[in-house]
């Protein structure tokens, strides 16, 4: 399979990122989910809108630190402006876009976000919140990494199987691919590499890698339906801490698993080695997971 899609639909006067597009989708399905669950426990609707931004919020920024500060300090500990600008401002002046998002650092967010918020918005204990958004959480991660699929990016290792991708935009730098075809427009040279037969060439020397991404995608998909079951055709939400130990073995047991064919992202397995970066963040996650498994009970019909 070649791998060459579009940055986007074109709607004439904008392009709808996919990328973008997945977020959009992830965070839309949550609220749904959301919504129904807060119906289901008779929780006023209002306090959705809040715990939607604030999940948003803490996602985005959380995201983007766990990859400044997981994977990349040492280019933005000289760069400190473009953590939180859409700019690369060296060699030279680039826009960017916020590239580099760690889900890791997103995790970390969201359980900050929900101690604030089940205290100050919701009244209610942590545990509750936090065993009840893994569901829309479990689900939005499908879409992210379907998301890193369009971008051709977190690629895995190359292989030789029947179910090898090449991704000509990841062997291939926008720059890289105008020099070589001599276009001036990127979407152009990609096109020109793929389906001009003159550049057959340079087209066999991109190799075939795994689609990690869509591996992550379709176990993802397995975690949410299981969340799912547990929530809504059985008993297991009465203990507090239950669902969320879950999600975190689950969920973070596939990422260690995937990550044995994903190729390397950098980070603190340099340092490290043994492990790649996503499986030595991964691992302290399901030993919490773990924890939960054993502590998590019953709350006092009283406690708030």
């Known amino acids: 399979m070649i791998w060459n899609p579009s940055e986007g639909i074109n709607i004439g006067f904008f392009t709808i990122r996919y990328y973008s597009l997945m977020f959009v989708i992830a965070f839309a399905l949550g609220w749904y989910i959301m919504k129904h669950i807060y119906e289901r426990e008779n929780e006023p609707i209002e306090k959705l809108d809040t715990l939607f931004i604030w999940t948003v919020v803490a996602t985005l920024i959380g995201a983007r630190l766990g990859h400044v500060f997981f994977y990349d300090w040492e280019y933005y500990r000289n760069n400190l402006l473009e953590i939180l600008l859409p700019f690369r401002f060296n060699p030279q002046f680039e826009f960017t876009g916020f590239q580099g998002l760690a889900s890791h650092g997103a995790a970390i967010a969201i359980i900050i976000a929900m101690y604030f918020y089940s205290s100050r918005v919701l009244k209610r204990p942590m545990l509750w919140i936090l065993d009840r958004v893994v569901i829309p959480v479990a689900c939005g991660a499908i879409f992210v990494r379907i998301g890193n699929f369009f971008n051709s990016e977190i690629v895995g290792k190359e292989t030789t199987s029947q179910f090898g991708v090449k991704f000509v935009r990841d062997y291939y730098s926008s720059r890289d691919a105008m020099n070589a075809t001599k276009l001036s427009n990127a979407n152009d040279a990609y096109h020109a590499i793929v389906h001009d037969p003159q550049y057959a060439a340079l087209l066999a020397k991109v190799p075939l890698k795994h689609p990690a991404q869509l591996y992550e995608a379709g176990l993802y998909v397995f975690v949410f ?41 950098g980070g603190i397995e340099k340092t490290f080695g043994l492990f790649t970066t996503g499986q030595w963040l991964s691992i302290p996650f399901i030993l919490v997971g773990i924890y939960y498994l054993f502590v998590a009970e019953k ?4 406690e708030i």
């Not at 709350?299 to 009283?302: I, M």
Request: overall charge positive.
């Open 225 to 265: 339906l299981i969340l799912f079951f547990l929530y809504w055709k059985t008993k297991t939400a009465e203990k507090q801490g239950l669902l969320f130990g879950y999600f975190l073995i689950l969920l973070w047991s596939v990422r260690f698993v995937v990550e044995y064919v994903k190729g390397s992202q």
């Open 299 to 302: 709350p006092v019909k009283d």
